[in-house]
């Protein structure tokens, strides 16, 4: 019981994680590595308001600013940055990857190197099953869910949503009903870097984020991504699962697991990438350029 | 005349060799070959445990220039960023030596850096002052002490923590869950990160517990130095009935176990080695008080457990505003120290400085944390509350003060179980 309902609580937490860089690189075809840096930007930011503000200062609008400065920082980084050089996937990687560790660098000098704490919304623990987990757990697994659910309402019900989909699937056939690519694939940044500001924002009680924090939220964002299928936002949720359910297992069940734990994610990535490229569930094509 | 003339010439002349013959007062002092003696720092001075490393070593440069240097040579202190990590800490090394020709270098943290040093001092040939709590450099030392005389150690090894834990902070909790739970044997866990000090306290946590009719080892586990989750260790813990964590963990990830412990009300009271690294303060920030009062930890150098100690503890917090971290009493002895040796032998050549640092005792009024300050064969700080560094276990209280509980000079209060987890365990 403690595997199975600490691992899913983990495994919906690596799927917010994960969902936001899934629809980025579903949609525009590219990898973001600066997208762990929106979250880890909000919860700075949120940290730094709180502290300059003073306690009184509301938690909310600490939020609401901190999101609305990662969004802001997601949709420069991809006007600036990544479109004019979209088609070009390695220097994306680069690049993107300078940006995040110029990030790191600056939160550094600014704040130092040790992780920072933001409150817990919701604070103590809840039993479930037996299980004691603290609230803030089941907190994130709601929004993990909520967001999930969002998304899904979002891209199956408004028209947008149509178009990021239609240019996730059929590149080709946007461009020639006259569809503005580099619109929609903003508009997945905009939506990457909500998921990505309010995960941050929410998770940063459990997972203290710290300036080094991006490169293991880009290990696990890449190892659900994988495992759920390159560009395939949906299997986030029952590839996070998989992920978290299997951390929990060899944390407590196989000795000195608590070292290895974090291993299994880039386990993952390496047996999947090795037989099935394209991941477990994503399908065949899916690279093929927006 | 000129017979009193060459008669007070050639007194002049004896006294003068006299002079040089039993050495000379203090205060007509030889110079020295230079009139700046160049110290580096290498350190993590990223974090924050470097930056209280650097500190110590500029408070107590600035007290020995304002006094007027050493034989008059005023102290310079250059700085290299070692990241906390062996590779880095050698090219720190490297740049302090061979760019900036310091004299000696101090510096913490790690013990992954501190082995790193104790190899480049043996190759460099220059005395370093710094870290390492693993004992395996006490070895290497036993093994070859020509080849590793150059490295002086100023913290304590594992092996004198896990004999204060084992042989003083255990019995002190023990003795509280049996007097205050009503119960004759008291459930263990131990759980320690991978540093390579924590590796050897593990072991002999185990194997003391294990000697111990009183105690039950119910859970041991090892975890990553940034691990961030411990959720599912945690109901491990609780399903085995645990009453109280023995740790040893040096880094975030023992902020974040205390934190999560609190988080999840596991009734079981954490004890060891654990978030030592920085200021008490950083902690209470860090986990907040009421999970910090879960947490007595065995601490060294950040609290003013002595006269002298609080004084520079209150200086310290004029100058950088702030609560001092164990590391800035580190540095602050080792400069000291290397400060004294130079003294001796009047010399800034490595191989006379290595042999007056054997010969070096600072007295409390001139180190931090220490009854006395010295080297013992090992190269090692001298540890003992009686007359070395002193060792203390403190708990915080739920209104954020600190009780220190060892040793007894000091002591403040008894160990304090909260009231809900005294409850817990009464009911069962």
Redesign the interface.
Known sequence: MNTLVNGALLGLAYSLIAVGMALILGVAKIFDLVYASYYTLAAYVAVMLIRWMGPNFPIWLSFIIAGTVAVAFSLATHKFLILPIRKQGTAVMVLTLAVAMVIQELLIFKEGSEPIYLPPMLKGAISILGVWVPSQKFLVAGISIGIMGSLWLFLSKTKLGLAIRVTAEQPEAMQLAGGNIQRICLSAALLGGMVAAIGGLFLAPIFPPHPYAWLDLLIIAFAVIVLGGLGNIWGCLPAGLILGISEVAVAINIPFGGIIKRSVGLLIIMLVLLFRPMGLLGVQGWEEEA | MIRSKNFFITLGVLAAFALCSIGFPDGIALALERNVIKIGVAS?L???TG?ASLQGAEMATKEINDAGGVLGAKIQLFTADTEQTAPKATEAIEKLYYTDKVDTIVGAYSSEEATAFQEQSAKLKINIIFHGTTSIMDKKYKADPEKYKYYWNYKCSDLHYLEHVMGHQLDLFVSAFKKQLGIDKVNIAIVTD?ALWAETIHVGYQEGIKARPDCKLVYT????R???????????M??QGVQLILSAMGF?AG??FV??TY????PAMISGINGVS?STS?FL???GVDAAAYNSSLGQNSLPTTPHTAQLVKKYEQIYGGVSAEDVGSTYNGVKAYAKAVEIVRSLDHDKVQMALKKVRLPEREAWNCKEFWFDDTHRVHVSPVDGLILYTFQFTPNGDVNILIPTEYKKGDILIPGWMVNHWKKK
């Open positions: 993590g990223k974090r924050p930056l991978v586990g090892k975890i990553a940034d691990s961030v989750d411990f959720s599912a260790e945690l109901t491990e609780r399903t975030a902020y974040n934190k999560q988080d999840v009300r596991l920085w950083e920030k860090a986990v």
